[in-house]
């Protein structure tokens, strides 16, 4: 199994990216989904989590109205949109894949059976 994060950078505060994660080698349509963040020295931190038919998503509360998840089954590809982009949303961004479908396990990170190697983002003030 493969998650293979992409699609960070480096952005001006205001700004949009868009994160890519593709899955390979795993049964994607039996895993929610979920990003998490991680600044050096800080823990890790839910972002957003997806379920496996894509229509139950969950945000951190600093994100809401900011990011949207969303996933591509056919593709087994996860996004995460980012717009209103702030220097505090700085971080490493990791994919995760869980067999949790209650989503308030989602921000558990020890929940997660796979992980992608991370995207850096970078917000300028």
């Known amino acids: 199994v493969q998650l293979q994060a992409s699609g960070g950078g480096l952005v001006q505060t205001g700004g949009s990216l868009r994160l890519s994660c593709s899955a390979s080698g795993l049964a994607f349509a039996y895993y929610a989904m979920g990003w998490f963040r991680q600044v050096p020295g800080k823990e890790q931190e839910f972002v957003a989590g997806?379920?496996?038919?894509?229509?139950?998503?969950y945000y951190e509360d600093s994100v809401k109205g900011r990011f949207t998840i969303s996933r591509d089954s056919a593709k087994k590809m996860v996004y995460l949109e980012m717009n209103g982009l702030i220097p505090e949303d700085t971080a490493v961004y990791y994919c995760g894949a869980t067999r949790e479908s209650f989503r308030l396990n989602w921000p558990d990170e020890k929940n997660y059976d796979y992980w992608g190697q991370g995207t850096l983002v970078t917000v300028s003030s």
């Open positions: 997806i379920n496996k038919g894509g229509l139950d998503k």
